[in-house]
């Protein structure tokens, strides 16, 4: 499938009926709080994968959304077919629980992040983690396509804290 930017792989509160391998392109899982707020939880690159509750054996809800950000092409599987497959290939369901468990490592690295670093740092660690993932390699070093919304976001920080650091570093 294509998908143009704004548009929805997965949606939170949903039925899971998908898994979607990112082929190429840029995404990104987010989620939606009681109050209304819109929360970016985690980029999505080529080869990573979106919907693995749709594996499960009872149907569930997606826990969150996959949005893509730039145009972008995924693989995608209907559950049915998912679970079938499953069943013939043990090693899928491997794959699935790997893959639950970096999930839950990312969730344990931003939770003692966000206990025991300083904005600083949260938001260097931030700016290393998408120049390896999404950063271009331009003449004088690795450009970012990315607002300082959402680096504060990743961060754990206000937009102001993000501005400020970034304005200072740029000075150095």
């Known amino acids: 499938h294509k998908f143009h930017p704004g548009s929805p792989i997965t949606r939170q509160g949903f039925p ?11 995404a990104r899982f987010t989620c939606v709080t009681v109050t209304g707020r819109k929360l970016n ?10 919907g693995l509750s749709s594996l499960l054996l009872h149907p569930r ?13 995924a693989l995608v599987w209907r559950r049915p077919e ?6 013939a290939c043990p090693r899928l ?9 970096e999930y839950i490592r ?7 992040s966000g206990t025991s670093q300083s904005a600083r740092q949260r938001l260097a660690w931030v700016l290393g983690a998408m120049a390896e993932g999404i950063g271009q390699e331009v003449k004088d070093g690795i450009e970012l396509s ?27």
């Not at 809800?61 to 092409?73: F, T």
């Not at 369901?93 to 468990?101: D, F, P, T, V």
């Not at 990312?106 to 003692?112: M, R, S």
């Open 82 to 87: 998912l679970r079938s497959f499953g069943a």
């Open 93 to 101: 369901m491997e794959n699935a629980l790997m893959l639950g468990y």
């Open 41 to 50: 939880l985690h980029w999505i690159y080529p080869g990573e994968v979106c």
């Open 146 to 172: 990315v607002r300082n919304e959402d680096l504060a976001i990743e961060a754990n920080v206000t937009v102001f804290t993000a501005s400020r650091l970034l304005n200072e570093w740029q000075r150095q």
């Open 106 to 112: 990312l969730y344990q690295n931003a939770h003692i």
């Open 16 to 26: 899971a009926e998908v898994l979607a391998l990112l082929v190429r392109g840029r």
């Open 61 to 73: 809800d997606y826990l969150m959304s996959a949005e893509v950000i730039k145009s972008s092409v």
